[in-house]
């Protein structure tokens, strides 16, 4: 099977399996790609890299149920548009050439394409279901107009417009430290060849997306089960050899991967959990297996997305699993399912989101819907591979509900709102019993309460049963009693609602050479802080004062740090349900900086605030306050 039929194959399946798009959920991506003379020895491979880019986002959003679009600007001395926003599907069926003008080759303008790509994104209309990324490929050579320090500042401090920044280095990669002051973890080198370009690609697919990928220097790969598709992604040496591919325990391959290219794709639908084998013919040949693996799907399916969910409402986010049918997802025996999910709300906060399994769903206790906008919800499915190992088949960051504006409610309201968040779980559903179980279950008591009085009438063509008087006399007792405990099994009760854990950072400030942090937990379960970070944003070339003698829990150095550089701790910090807790974080320098601290906690919530090292003269410093100006 050639390279190009199999692709083709892969996006057939894909998109075949797609029943519906996730409304108009999904991602804008911009191609920045670089035309200038420096990339000339590796055109051809930047436009296979391009056109990558775009085929992967196609599988991704025929799996994940979104709606990608792609748009690509080549530049050089000037930006132009090849391709506007687009469909990503339509896209790759496109040509995309992003070969310059040979006069726009003559020179490297990066910053500008940034901003010709932050700009058509600015220009989109306002869509909370949508998240934009700017996708920037370049050797990272700058031209000599475009190479001074005045240049490079300016390049350092570009800040995409709501956009995350993702920087794919083309060798021969020329400043590399200062794209990652750009981007961070964001810049993936591409290296010098084939398998080094695809693994580069996906790393940055997964990071825009979310989606899994696995790859495996040896003949073998372990496969987790719960798959609706599984691409092989195959590199072999020259000589011509084939590629068998064996299923777990299968002495017979599936397919044999043959021709003269060093890559080939294997598309396998539902694929067997297990350890697959990737055999050549040729003695003492070896691969190189990637895999995109595509779990079946995930669905929010309360809030419902035609339920209207107002501000200050108090919804109960509910998860369900489906196959490639549409039908729950039946968990197969030893290989347990487990669901964790935070929410994401408009001001970008993470609350972590406790699921229990409830029937054929998992259910969270509701939340509070304080702030109107878009509520993201980031959910992580794991399961077991194999060979025993803890793995993560699905992760959905597509999910997510809107909050419309509305007024305050009374006093009265708010208690009742208040009282009724309680009640979130019935003993039923605390021991994961069906709901049509329980309905079944309660007709059934009725049947039996109600039997002794009928036995031995007839109702039209049916009969009721003659009863014995002993079995009467027992049934009119028995009978009631069945029908309380069915009652009791899904009555709402306040002592089983899931406990959670609520953390917010209420401030954070700089004072007397100490960062002051106040951390609330408004859960009903204790919160657990596991770890300090402190990155340096920005330097204001001053000194100030002699910082006082450390006298913070928790002291964190970064005098010996530069901008985007970041240093961590590892602490246990124990906070209390319903109380808050002050305590220092001490940095131990006399720099004027910009930093943005971060508290790691055990739900794996990140609560994080931008905190300039300096007086603010009564400005605001609570999180999210932008710092003032040098």
């Known amino acids: 099977m050639s390279t190009s039929s199999a692709r083709a194959l892969a996006l057939v399946l894909l998109l075949a399996a797609t029943a519906s798009v996730r409304g108009d959920a999904g991602l804008d991506a911009v191609l920045l790609v670089d035309g200038s003379r420096s990339m000339a020895p590796a055109v051809s491979r930047t436009h296979a890299l391009a056109r990558r880019v775009v085929d992967l986002l196609v599988r991704d959003g025929a799996v994940q149920r979104a709606s990608h679009r792609v748009a690509v600007i080549a530049f050089g001395a000037r930006p132009r548009v090849v391709l506007p926003l687009t469909d990503a599907a339509t896209a790759a069926k496109k040509p995309l050439d992003p070969t310059l003008p040979a006069d726009d080759q003559k020179g490297t303008d990066i910053l500008a394409a940034l901003d010709a790509g932050n700009e058509l994104l600015r220009e989109l209309p306002p869509d909370a279901a949508r998240r934009h990324v700017l996708v920037l490929v370049t050797d990272g050579r700058l031209d000599d107009v475009h190479n001074d320090s005045a240049y490079r500042r300016e390049l350092a401090a570009f800040t995409p417009a709501h956009a995350a920044l993702e920087i794919l280095l083309v060798p021969p990669a020329r400043d590399e430290q200062l794209w990652r002051r750009l981007a961070g973890d964001g810049v993936h080198v591409t290296g010098g060849n084939d398998a080094a370009m695809l693994a580069a690609v996906h790393a940055s697919i997964a990071r825009m997306t979310g989606s899994r990928f696995a790859e495996s220097a040896s003949n073998s790969i372990v496969i987790p089960p719960y798959l609706s598709v599984v691409v092989f992604d195959v590199f072999r040496g020259m000589g011509g050899g084939a590629v068998a591919a064996f299923p777990p325990g299968a002495s017979q391959p599936i397919n044999d991967l043959r021709g003269d290219e060093t890559f080939t794709t294997l598309v396998v639908s539902r694929p067997a959990p297990g350890r697959w084998t990737f055999r050549m013919t040729r003695r003492n040949g070896r691969v190189r297996v990637f895999s995109q693996q595509f779990f079946a799907r995930g669905l929010l399916t309360a809030p419902a997305p035609e339920t209207a969910v107002h501000q ?251 901008p985007g550089g970041k240093r961590r701790i590892v602490i246990r910090h124990l906070i209390p349900a319903g109380t808050t807790e002050r305590f220092l974080v001490s940095p131990e320098t006399a720099r004027l900086l910009d930093v943005r601290l971060r508290m790691q906690t055990a739900s794996d919530t990140l609560l994080t605030a931008d905190v300039p090292l300096f007086a603010m003269d009564g400005r605001d410093t609570t999180p999210g306050s932008p710092p003032p100006s040098p």
């Open 312 to 562: 200050f409402d108090h919804p109960a986010p509910e998860y369900q699993l489906v196959g490639d049918d549409g039908t729950p997802l039946a968990e197969v025996r030893g290989y347990p399912l487990r669901v964790a999910a935070e929410l994401v709300r408009p001001d970008g906060s993470h609350e972590a989101l406790p699921m229990r399994r409830s029937g054929d769903v998992f259910r969270a206790a509701p939340v509070a819907c304080d702030t109107p906008g878009r509520y993201w919800t980031d959910v992580h499915v794991q399961t077991q591979d194999a060979a025993g190992q803890t793995v993560e088949v699905y992760r959905d960051q597509w999910s997510g509900f809107s909050v419309a504006s509305a007024p305050r409610p009374t006093v009265g309201a708010q208690r009742m709102s208040a009282g009724l968040e309680l009640f979130t779980m019935s003993l039923a559903d605390r021991l994961g019993l069906p709901h049509e179980l329980m309905t079944a279950l309660i007709l059934l008591t009725i049947v039996f309460t109600l039997a002794p009085y009928f036995a031995g009438l007839t109702l039209g063509t049916l009969q009721v049963p003659r009863l014995r008087p002993r079995v009467r006399r027992l049934l009119r007792i028995v009978g009631p009693l069945s029908v309380a405990a069915a009652v009791a099994l899904v009555v709402p009760v306040t002592a089983l609602a899931p406990q959670t854990t609520r953390l917010k950072l209420l401030a954070a400030d700089f004072v007397d050479g100490n960062i002051d942090v106040a951390i609330a937990n408004a859960g009903t379960s204790d919160g657990l802080v596991t770890g300090i970070e402190l990155e340096v944003l920005a330097d204001r070339g001053s000194i100030a004062r002699p910082a006082l003698p450390a006298t913070a829990r928790y002291e964190v150095p970064i005098d010996d740090l530069q």
